[in-house]
């Protein structure tokens, strides 16, 4: 049913500290998607937001800032999507099924957050509320905690991560230099990245601060609409296939390393595409942590089980390897404005496949994969994006 809906536009703040409030951002990616695609406003029928608060972090009611982009806009229906990190991806998927049950022939779809004007004690705070909050043990992890029982979790079954960790921050910073949207366009050694200093601390042993993603504001924004309808636009992205799999929230009720829900996310959407990872261009992950991105190499069959650094050793992820990974620079130096992940995973897809990418063009990409995850591996989203004629 997926490839029956397109990509046709796309708006992408910059990530980072931004002065913008969520309203302009919203606003300024709203306006960018549209011009993007050459749509009339007034022919979005339905408008969605992807936004993460946790009721700490920001704005409650921002659905319908939207509307402020276009008079035309006003009246249109408006919902906020909220599935923790996977936001975006939600209401990407909430915007689908309204074209797929006939509601909607054009949507808009904008994902958002602004996190940087509130302490980090608060947004550490906020964050957590995607935790299981119904066990005294877990309510008390923040999310780098959380991850960081994950890599001693590695450490104890396969061996230690963290040379592999400090490898895939080197490669997204040094992806996100070819970024002019980054929040952080800085490299690393791998002795930077590798070793603990006073500036690369422990964050959540042994999670050092170079593993983990940044506190981000940012907006990003796409057009979606049939694909027959698709025709009439100058470009155009398809689903070849999207995949939705939630998983338990407690962690005490499944096996963490496993990753069992990208893993199924993953093998669900290659499937219903019809491909195989060989076929795959490109893939934008969800690098939350380092150790996230290591155990997405093996839930999407990269590499086997605790050898999730062979991809990296072999070359696989890197640029112009079998199956770059995060040319954006990911969430680790991209940013991680969490409703507006998934959306911008899907943006700057969008931008690869319609060689729009700038300095992050992969020469004659044709199939891209997205993979954004909510909570602990508890929200799986998997999209497959192919080049369309339009």
Do not use: W
């Not at 249109?76 to 909220?82: G, Q, T």
């Not at 991850?147 to 396969?158: C, I, K, L, N, S």
């Not at 338990?248 to 993953?266: C, K, N, T, V």
């Amino acid at each position: 049913m997926t490839d029956t809906i397109s990509i046709v536009g796309a708006g992408h703040t910059k990530f980072g500290r931004l002065t913008e409030n969520l309203e302009e951002m919203i606003v300024a990616v709203t306006r960018e998607a549209v011009e993007d695609a050459g749509v009339d406003p007034g022919q979005i029928d339905a408008v969605f937001l992807g936004h993460f608060n946790s009721g700490l972090v920001s704005d409650g009611f921002a659905s319908s800032l939207i509307h402020q982009a276009y008079p035309e806009l006003r009246f249109k229906p408006a919902m906020r999507a909220e599935n923790a990190c996977a936001s975006g991806s939600a209401a990407i998927h909430a915007g689908m099924n309204a074209i797929q049950a006939g509601k909607a022939r054009i949507v808009l779809v904008v994902g958002a957050e602004k996190m940087t004007h509130r302490a980090t004690e608060d947004v550490t705070l906020a964050l957590a509320g995607a935790g299981y909050q119904n066990d005294e043990n877990e309510k008390k992890l923040s999310f780098p905690q959380v991850f960081g029982v994950a890599a001693r979790e590695y450490t104890d079954r396969y061996g230690s991560p963290l040379d592999a960790m400090a490898h895939i921050s080197v490669k997204n910073h040094a992806n996100a230099m070819r970024n002019p949207l980054a929040h952080m366009q800085k490299e690393f050694t791998f002795e930077q990245a590798s070793q603990v200093t006073n500036k690369n601390p422990e964050i959540a042993p042994p999670l050092r601060l170079t593993d983990c993603s940044l506190v981000t504001d940012g907006a990003a924004a796409i057009v979606m609409t049939t694909e027959d309808n698709a025709a009439s636009f100058d470009r155009a992205v398809r689903f070849r296939s999207a995949a939705h799999v939630s998983d338990l929230i407690p962690m005490s009720r499944r096996d963490f390393l496993e990753f069992e829900g990208p893993a199924r996310a993953f093998g669900m959407a290659l499937d219903e595409a019809g491909v195989t990872l060989d076929d795959i261009d490109f893939a934008e992950v969800h690098d939350c942590f380092t150790i996230a991105e290591l155990l997405t190499y093996e839930a999407m069959g990269l590499a086997p089980k605790g050898q999730g650094a062979k991809a990296l050793e072999e070359g696989h992820v890197y640029r112009g390897g079998k199956l770059p990974v995060n040319l954006s620079g990911g969430l680790k130096a991209k940013g991680h404005p969490v409703g507006a992940t998934g959306v911008s995973m899907h943006a700057l897809s969008y931008r690869q496949l319609t060689g729009q990418a700038g300095d992050m063009q992969t020469p004659g990409a044709r199939l891209g994969m997205v993979f954004n995850m909510g909570g602990s591996a508890v929200a799986n989203y998997v999209s497959i994006l192919e080049t369309q004629k339009a």
